[in-house]
């Protein structure tokens, strides 16, 4: 019954590898994100997805590809991953579209803790 | 760009007296103002959020105020207790290329001691 779900819990693997994590809601909700929490804790948005579609990419390297077969399921793709990339990796979903207007509240999934050795 | 800058970084108060953690923004088209509390190990949850059209706002031991003139917002928590120890973030909106998106400050670590 959990909300908002990500997968793996863990994650750890050398550098140049390629990876994903996945993330699932169950809450109906129109909007997902992926955030990144790093060792000091500061969050930032990376990417948003509505309905499917791209609608905020931040300035992240090109080795990240999200990817949202539909409105439940929003992925992370890392490729060639690198020391830097150490992070927890945080998805989250909100109702809604947030055009501009009404922005609603984000509910944020467990976490994905990446170590990249 | 736009910006949250969150202070103090770090609070440490005894059991039932009051914390204070205060955030300014740099986006004057901020509307929705959110507080997360995130515990060692676990996912933010939103404990509080604020609108633009609102000056205050309050839950139990926990209440927001927004200064929307002088781009502040704050969170008051009273009679504070042990398991409100943790970090908790202010969040700003800021639009994106036509959609809103939140720009979090970088976070209070709260710790109430018994």
């Known amino acids: 019954d959990t909300a908002v779900s990500q997968t793996p819990k863990y994650l750890v693997t050398q550098m140049g590898n390629d990876k994903s994590i996945k993330c699932e809601q169950n809450?109906?909700?129109?909007?997902m994100y992926w955030y990144k929490q790093d060792s000091k804790k500061f969050l930032k948005i990376m990417f948003s997805?509505?309905?499917?579609?791209?609608?905020i990419n931040e300035t992240v390297p090109n080795r990240f590809s999200p990817k949202s077969p539909d409105k439940a399921h929003l992925n992370l793709h890392i490729n060639s991953l690198e020391l830097g990339d150490s992070a927890v990796y945080f998805c989250?979903?909100?109702?809604?579209?947030?055009?501009?207007?009404?922005?609603?509240?984000?509910?944020f999934g467990p976490g994905t803790r990446l170590t990249v050795t | 760009g736009e910006n949250v800058e969150q202070h103090p970084s770090t609070l440490s108060v005894q059991e039932g007296d009051s914390a204070v953690i205060k955030c300014t923004y740099s986006?004057?088209?901020?509307?929705?103002f959110p507080w997360y509390k995130q515990e060692l190990g676990k996912r933010p949850q939103l404990i509080i959020d604020?609108?633009?059209?609102?000056g205050e706002k309050k839950d139990q031991r926990i209440a927001v105020t927004l200064n929307k003139t002088a781009k502040h917002f704050s969170l008051h928590i009273t009679e504070t207790q042990p398991e409100d120890s943790a970090v908790y973030f202010c969040?700003?909106?800021?639009?994106?290329?036509?959609?809103?998106?939140?720009?979090f400050g970088a976070g209070t670590r709260l710790a109430v001691h018994p």
């Open positions: 604020i609108r633009s059209n609102v």
């Open positions: 989250a979903s909100s109702q809604g579209r947030a055009s501009g207007r009404a922005l609603y509240e984000q509910y």
């Open positions: 809450l109906g909700h129109d909007t």
């Open positions: 969040a700003a909106s800021s639009i994106s290329g036509g959609y809103n998106k939140l720009i």
């Open positions: 997805y509505n309905n499917k579609e791209l609608i």
């Open positions: 986006d004057s088209a901020s509307n929705y």
